[in-house]
């Protein structure tokens, strides 16, 4: 498997409030995508950070990767109550061969 | 723009009976298509993978098959369904490796 950590499972916060979800990775990778999905639909890309990066960012979204640990961290600057949904993260297996990995998936709810 | 459809948008079959799914991609020419299965509450499991036409590798083994016809086409099939093949398929596709995963609505399956 290529996950290590479990990513948290159920999260609940306060709207307004800053949250931060992380996941780790066993196996060396060249990008971690972050996902979101929406209860009954596809997941959408939301943010998108490379091995030579250390954080990106993208409106309330911050996104880092420390790939000396393996490990990725997707924050929400003043969560709100449309920031509801699931978010996994995902890496490629770096082997060319088309193989997407999702982590467990942080269930985000946030109440207003 | 690109589109991609899936259909049907729900089923629900009795074990044993057959299965086929769909995938129609839009707009883009010779993606890299894939198939996705998503046990309720769970994570993204990747079935198949197609970086052309005729070409399909497995990433799983869950008595599963798919087929790439055409360019744009997924099809997901089997001849007899299993109880454990409930879930939501989703068909997702990207311009190369490590990029962006667009995905469909997907399907929801229940094995009754």
Not at chain 1, 43 to 68: F, H, V
Not at chain 2, 14 to 31: D, F, H, R
Request: net charge neutral; hydrophobic share 35%; proline share 3%.
């Amino acid at each position: 498997s290529q996950w290590g950590e479990e990513n948290l499972q159920a999260l609940s916060i306060q709207e307004g409030e800053d949250v931060t979800m992380n996941c780790s990775y066993k196996t060396y990778t060249t990008v971690v995508h972050w996902y979101r999905q929406d209860s009954g639909r596809g997941p959408a890309l939301i943010i998108l950070i490379r091995s030579n990066e250390r954080e990106k960012r993208s409106g309330r979204l911050r996104a880092t990767l420390d790939t000396s640990s393996q490990s990725s961290s997707l924050s929400i600057t003043a969560a709100q109550c449309e920031d509801t949904a699931v978010y996994f993260c995902a890496t490629d297996d770096a082997t060319g061969y088309q193989n997407f990995y999702f982590g467990k998936g942080t269930s985000l709810t946030v109440i207003p | 723009a690109q589109t991609i459809h899936q259909w049907p948008v729900a089923e629900i079959k009795a074990v044993g009976s057959p299965l086929s799914l769909g995938c129609t991609i839009k707009g883009k020419s010779s993606p890299n298509l894939y198939w996705y299965w998503q046990a309720t509450g769970g994570t993204l499991q990747q079935l198949f993978y197609s970086i052309t036409v005729g070409q399909v590798e497995s990433v799983v083994q869950l008595n599963l098959s798919a087929s790439r016809p055409k360019d744009d086409q997924f099809i997901l099939s089997t001849e007899k369904l299993l109880l454990s093949h409930s879930g939501f398929y989703l068909c997702a596709w990207s311009l190369t490796s490590a990029e962006t995963l667009y995905f469909g609505s997907g399907t929801r399956l229940t094995v009754l």
